[in-house]
Structure formats: structure tokens, C-alpha cells
């Protein structure tokens, strides 16, 4: 009985795993799509910083040079 539920399981989780993986393969060849070219402008955009503060391309930094770093933490 045991077996058989954690078999299951396991199919139904290579199902999800598939799905995901294939629809994140569908988005990341859709958005190169979007890409700019060389010289163009950045397309605004918002985002927040880590103390909470929201930052706007267009308003905040138009006119300037700008280099973002993304990382990641826990």
C-alpha cells in the first residue's frame, strides 16, 4: 500500500516538474521578444529597495547613468 501512494507521488512530481520546466522554456524564448537594442532606452520601471524605498527609472534617475546589481539573500 505504502508502495503504491509513494509511486504515485513520485509521477504526479515528474508531471509538475515537466509542466514547469516547459513553461519556463516558453517564457524565456517569448520575452527575447522584448529586447531592446544597443543605444535604445531602458523601459521604465519600479522597484523597491531593501530598506522598502520604491525607486522609479523615468522620475528618479532620468538623465543619469545607472548600474543595478541584483542578488539574492535569505
Known sequence: MLDYFFKKKE????????????????????SFGFATDVGDLAPDFSLNDTNGNS????????????????FGYN
Open 11 to 30: 509521477i504526479k512530481m515528474q508531471k509538475v516538474s515537466k509542466a514547469v520546466l516547459g513553461l519556463s522554456v516558453l517564457l524565456s524564448t517569448y
Open 55 to 70: 525607486h522609479t527609472l523615468s522620475s528618479d534617475y532620468q538623465g543619469k547613468v545607472v548600474f543595478l546589481m541584483f
